[in-house]
Structure formats: C-alpha cells, structure tokens
C-alpha cells in the first residue's frame, strides 16, 4: 500500500487520470478493474468513479503492487543548456536552436530540449521529480526539428492547463519568419485542408476525408531577385502546415527539399514572435495578457547579403 497526498500540481484533474500518469506500468483495462475492486481510497473512503475531481490535500491509499509505479530515480540532470527568452514562477519562454528535437522520437534521441528544461529547472531548485506525483515541467506547443524560435514551457499544471487552452481559443498569437522561394501578393490570407500522412502531410484545395482546414496570414517584408522574406501568423496549428501550405501555393520554403524547394542547406522558418491576447479569464496568467515577446533571427538579419 502506498499513501499519497495530493499537492497543487495533482488537484484539478479526474481521479482516473491521475492514476494513468501515477501508474504508468499498468493497463488501462486494469486500472478501471482496480477501482471498482476498491483499490484506491480517498480520504478513507473507497472510491470507484474515476471522474472524482482531486483536490489539494486530498489523501490517497493505493493498494497495488510495486511493478505497477514509476521509479523516480531514473531522472538524471544533465545538459541544461538552454537560451531563455522570459521566465517568471510559471512559465519559461525557450529560443529552441535549429536541429535540436523537442520530445524524444523513435530514433532514440537523448538530449531533447524538454530533458534540458527539465534539467536547467532542477539546478534552480524549481523542479524536482520526487515531490511530483503526476506532473513535470512540460511545452505547451511544438516546433520541428528544423525550426527555430521561441516555445512555451510550463512550470506547473495550472499554468499547464491555462496556456493549452488558450493556444486552442486562439488567444496567443505565434508569429513566424521565413524565407520562401519566389514572390508572392504583398499580403495575403490562405486557407485549405491539410490530411497527415505517415512522414509529410498535404493540402489541397477543398475538403478530403480525414482533412482539416487550415488558415494563414501573411505579409511580405522584403524580396531579392528569387525568393521573400515572409512574416506568417497561424490560424491553426497543424503540422508542417506553413511548411506545406506555402509549397502548396508554388513557394516552398527555402531549403525545405521535403516540400519541393530546388536548394539544400536547411529551411529558414522561425517562430519569432509571441503576443499574449488573452479575451477571457486567465487565473493566474492574467498578468501575462497583452506582453508581446520577441527575439531576432540570423537569416532575417542577413537576408540583403544572401545570394538566394
């Protein structure tokens, strides 16, 4: 029997989840069986309803065996060396470098920006594993291997919560640079369907099964004889979707072969910009609304001295 007391990480989520991220060897499949079986308790009491809504201080018994929980202990602290844009007690802005990959893939990459944050949080003394039941310091958007700029991390699960909610109601805007081939209308506002496939995803014109639209604002900064500076702000966040939309439109990325560009050496996409444009309620976050966070980017910088 192990006896935990939920803290203010824990609070706020369903018992059942909880339990999925605490138990992490065990089947789902078993774990409903267990709550029915009257293997947990809270607060004295057998609780079978895995929707029960945890509360801080909540105290819980857990009759399971030990294969069934995570060994804290494999954390390590290792590279931490990260580029932070802003930090505050709840959330960390991160200048991912391009080539470094955010979470871990299926080609078994270690250093993993998520581990450096993790890491660079633990030599602070803001994070540590083993007073954690179910949460650790995590991002809340992605950006490919290739891409550069600013990602949000979370350093608690309110923060967590809040900031996933509002990527989803649009109320935080991610603006992005880069460089496509050819010209385009000085601005302009692109929508389409976008459908994932197993390595690359693609866009077409009008609605296919399993597709979603998609939107696109862009405005144009600056040309050379072949190619545009381009500032682009999402309306949705799909994968690869500036990636593909662009290269749909007959102006891959600079660099980007995987969507159709003629040059090699890597695609010049950046998210630069980050504006924080809350429109309703955000508990704790509520200082955060109207900041605008910026950083600079190298080939923008250069792009009138390159031969593109």
């Keep these: 029997m192990r006896e935990i007391t939920i803290n ?15 138990l992490v060897n065990m089947p789902q499949s078993m774990l409903y069986k267990s709550l029915r079986k009257n293997c947990v308790r809270v607060n004295g009491k057998h609780i079978k309803d895995g929707k029960y809504m945890l509360q801080n201080g909540d105290v819980l018994k857990l009759f399971f065996k030990d294969e069934f929980y995570e060994n804290k202990s494999s954390f ?4 931490s060396d990260i580029d932070v844009v ?32 993790q890491s660079y949080l633990y030599k602070k003394g803001e994070y540590n594993p083993e007073n954690e039941h179910s949460f650790s310091p995590s991002f809340c958007n992605r950006l490919d291997r290739n891409t550069s700029g600013i990602i949000i991390g979370a350093k608690n699960a309110a923060a967590l919560r809040i900031i996933n909610e509002k990527i989803r109601s649009r109320e935080i805007k991610k603006i992005y640079l880069c460089i496509v081939e050819g010209h385009l209308k000085k601005s302009g506002h692109l929508t389409a369907y976008l459908t994932r496939g197993d390595k690359k995803v693609t866009v077409s014109d009008y609605h296919e099964e399993n597709s979603k639209k998609i939107g696109t604002k862009y405005n144009v900064i600056a040309e050379k004889k072949d190619t545009s500076l381009v500032e682009v702000e999402l309306e949705t966040g799909r994968t690869h979707q500036i990636r593909a939309q662009f290269s ?16 090699s050496g ?31 980017v190298d080939f923008a910088k250069t792009f009138a001295q390159q031969k593109l």
């Design 8 to 22: 203010q990480n824990d609070a706020g989520q369903r018992l059942d989840k909880f339990l999925t991220k605490y």
């Design 248 to 263: 749909h439109i007959g102006n891959p990325l600079y660099g980007d072969t995987k969507y159709g560009s003629r040059h």
């Design 266 to 296: 890597g695609m010049k996409l950046a998210s630069y910009k980050l504006v924080f444009d809350f429109k309703t309620d955000a508990g704790i976050l509520n200082y955060l609304n109207h900041k605008e966070f910026q950083i600079s």
């Design 86 to 117: 802003y930090e505050d007690e709840n959330i960390i802005l991160i200048n991912k470098e391009s080539g470094v990959v955010v979470h871990s893939d299926d080609k078994g990459t270690k250093d993993t920006l998520l581990e450096r944050m």
């Design 76 to 79: 390590k602290a290792g590279n």
